[in-house]
């Protein structure tokens, strides 16, 4: 089955302890991108990959890093985790840039509470 | 900010009639795409139009696109209790690289 799977779904931890949130396609996607969504603000773009060894900030990049090292994974890392880090995540992969029919597919998202 | 726009932020209609949303954006843009969430739920892509198109069908879905006022509706016909959901509006500004979604319309749908 094609997807986007995320983990863990669920994380509660404390200000300052060092936490990745893993993503991985199957779906042979070039590009793949993470969000955060917090109550009435919609999505917003934190970083963004077109490729492997390929990685770009989008709106909100302070105090995340990811990293592209496979095509298929795409790992968020929190080095200091704060609690306005708090937020529900999402990792999102496409089949391409440019001008290619670029659908977005979701992961079911990681719901992190930073105490 | 160029954060697109839903409106209205919630919608509530009884099962059969339509609904109607609307997302307003601030820049060019190359396409414009909606995505339904189910409460908590990752999104999932509904449809796509793309900026030289005018309007767009899929199923009971509608699409519409004004260029020139930066804007888009989504009609969404004979609507279902399972149609309720927050939807939202993404733009796509620069050529598949980065989306700005707007905060979303939460629609319900009584049976």
């Known amino acids: 089955e094609a997807q986007v799977t995320q983990n863990p779904r669920y994380l509660i931890t404390v200000t300052g302890k060092k936490l990745t949130v893993t993503c991985s396609q199957n779906?042979?996607?070039?590009?793949m991108s993470w969000y955060r969504q917090d109550p009435g603000l919609g999505l917003r773009q934190i970083y963004y990959?077109?490729?492997?060894?390929?990685?770009d900030k989008g709106d909100v990049p302070e105090g995340y890093k990811v990293s592209r090292k496979e095509k298929r994974n795409f790992p968020l890392i929190l080095e200091s985790p704060s609690p306005n880090q708090t937020s529900l995540y999402f990792c999102?992969?496409?089949?391409?840039?440019?001008?290619?029919?670029?659908?977005?597919?979701f992961g079911p998202g990681t719901r992190l509470t930073v105490l | 900010s160029q954060q697109g726009e839903e409106d209205p932020q919630a919608l509530s209609i009884q099962e059969g009639e339509n609904a109607t949303m609307n997302c307003s954006y601030k820049t060019s843009i190359n396409n414009l795409q909606w995505y339904r969430q189910n409460s908590g739920r990752g999104l999932v892509h509904l449809i796509l139009i793309r900026s030289n198109e005018r309007e767009k069908h899929s199923g009971r879905l509608r699409v519409t696109l004004d260029t020139s006022k930066k804007s888009s509706s989504l009609l969404i016909t004979a609507s279902r209790a399972a149609d309720t959901a927050s939807y939202f509006c993404?733009?796509?500004?620069?050529?598949?690289?980065?989306?700005?979604f707007g905060p979303g319309t939460r629609l319900s749908v009584l049976p």
């Open positions: 999102a992969s496409s089949l391409a840039t440019g001008a290619s029919y670029n659908e977005q597919f």
């Open positions: 779906m042979n996607h070039e590009y």
């Open positions: 990959s077109m490729n492997v060894e390929v990685t």
């Open positions: 993404a733009t796509d500004f620069n050529y598949g690289q980065n989306f700005v």
